[in-house]
């Protein structure tokens, strides 16, 4: 699609939006590459760097990961500098609608014209047409890819942040039975921001989930599952959910984080937001993903896009690509926290086991996980991105209602059935986080949207969308 930016990835409610939802995933490995020589290496005074990751969604897709070798760039006299030495393992369905930190690296101040990545062991799981997930063994076309900036990325004192974007829509082929994976990135410098976003952009935009590892003074560390910590800057403009401050937090907690870059490198926390922990007091873990099949009452399930917690591995392992999750009496169903602004609507925006559905993202807070099951202690309502086409468009109230016709492969339309959904969209809902101004949308035009599903019943569904369209265009 030609439509995206940033945006999500909630919380699961904690992406959900669990003040958790989602970890990002990152697996180290070993790295086998061959050092350059001295001469070919970028060398003087050197910049603190974030790298930020996110991605251009396919619908059909439920879970994609891929093992980052290297990411290597090259000034205009042929030098390199290498920022991710180490490999690690991204899911990447998980970063729909949000940017998350990949590394923070220590690049020499230069000119770049140019990046290469290196890229090995794709994993795939997908809808397939009769609503089945399918775990595929994809063929990896090519292990590198190199992108040439439209504009040299320059670095200086005056640190920016680079993101690095991996547009699975158009990196993964699905024929049939074959799934071949030829990645494709884009990438581009973003500058420190020159201030906060407003509340009540439904947590769009940068964000990072984990546990923590420490939490003083006005300093964040979490841990995103596995990967190097990531440290955030909190100040008395953080806004604090579920959790009174700062030191109130302790170590093993779920959270989940919105943050902006700031000169120098620096990540500040904008908000911080409390996994609620199960009521036994044992340490949460989350699942998040869509809900496949539904035992009214009793459970459904669900195929894990990514999880966070001891009991589960924070890639989704080809092995148990779908938990069974029992509720009860005492499991608390809520709508994530982050989507603040959902009044005005022409429905009654709720989630509940009554109106539970196939196709929907959730997160579950479980303290019980035995192989591929889990008791829910809280199931989250997190937001989910669509691909499709706008064919009408009319004003609800404080809102522009879209009717949309799901693309064709979509994920959401084969597990629920449906083939046409109504798109809300409003001041209350946030805009693409970007600095380029997103194309008109019109009768006819091709729209990633991303956002919270609600069932109303008799086959119709809604969706109040935290991002339209999803990104600027091209990235």
């Known amino acids: 699609m030609n439509v995206r930016t940033a945006s999500l990835t909630r919380f699961l409610a904690a992406a959900g939006s669990l003040a958790f939802a ?9 790295s086998t590459a061959v050092s350059p020589s001295a001469s070919t290496i970028v060398t003087g005074a050197v910049s603190t760097v974030p790298v930020i990751i996110t991605d251009a969604p396919s619908d059909q897709l439920v879970s994609f990961s891929l093992t980052l070798n290297s990411i290597t760039l090259t000034d205009s006299a042929g030098k390199t500098a290498s920022i991710l030495s180490t490999p690690t393992t991204v899911e990447i369905c998980h970063l729909n609608g949000i ?51 439209p504009t040299p990325f320059i670095v200086s004192n005056s640190s920016t942040s680079l993101l690095i974007d991996l547009l699975a829509g158009q990196s993964v082929a699905i024929s049939g039975t074959t799934v071949t994976v030829t ?35 006005t300093t964040l560390v979490i841990s995103p599952g596995s990967g190097a910590n990531v440290s955030f800057t909190t100040n008395s403009a953080t806004s604090f959910q579920g959790v009174s401050s700062l030191t109130a937090l302790t170590a093993g907690e779920l959270v989940d984080v919105d943050f902006t870059v700031q000169t120098g490198g620096v990540l500040l926390a904008t908000r911080v937001q ?26 459904f399930n669900m ?35 982050q989507f ?6 022409p429905f009654t925006p709720s989630f509940s086991p009554t109106n539970l559905t196939d196709g929907q993202t959730v997160g579950v807070v479980t303290s019980s996980v035995t192989g591929n099951t889990a008791v829910a202690a809280n199931v989250y309502l997190v937001p989910q991105t669509v691909d499709g086409t706008v064919t009408a468009i009319a004003t609800a109230g404080n ?17 629920s059935g449906a083939t046409t959904l109504t798109v809300y969209t409003g001041t209350a809902t946030a805009g693409p986080v970007s600095t380029m101004a997103p194309p008109a949308i019109a ?24 991002v339209c369209p999803d990104g600027a265009p091209g990235i």
């Open 99 to 149: 940017e998350a930190p990949l590394v923070t690296a220590s690049i020499p101040q230069d000119t770049y014209v140019s990046a290469i990545l290196t890229f090995s062991n794709p994993e795939i799981t997908y809808i397939n047409s009769s609503g089945q997930p399918v775990v595929a063994s994809p063929t990896l076309a090519t292990t590198s890819f190199t992108f040439t900036f």
């Open 399 to 415: 809102y522009t209602a879209y009717t949309y016709t799901l693309a064709s492969g979509s994920a959401f339309g084969s597990l």
């Open 22 to 30: 989602a970890c990002l995933g990152l697996v180290l490995g070993c």
């Open 183 to 217: 990645p494709i990135f884009s990438l581009k410098p973003v500058p420190p921001a020159t201030a906060a976003p407003p509340m009540g952009q439904n947590g769009t935009g940068m964000e990072q989930h984990g546990t923590v590892v420490s939490a003083s003074g």
């Open 443 to 466: 009768v006819g035009s091709t729209v990633r949207f991303n956002g919270l599903i609600f069932n109303l019943g008799a086959g119709k569904f809604a969706m109040v969308a935290g």
């Open 303 to 337: 195929v894990l896009m990514q999880g966070l917690g001891p009991a589960v591995g924070p890639v989704s392992s080809t092995a148990v690509p779908v938990f069974t999750v029992t509720t009860n009496t005492s499991t608390v169903w809520a709508i994530t926290p």
């Open 274 to 299: 409390l996994c609620p922990p199960p009521p036994n007091g044992a340490q949460a873990n989350l699942l998040t993903g869509p809900v496949t099949s539904i035992t009214p009452g009793t459970s």
């Open 340 to 345: 603040i602004s959902l009044s005005g609507l």
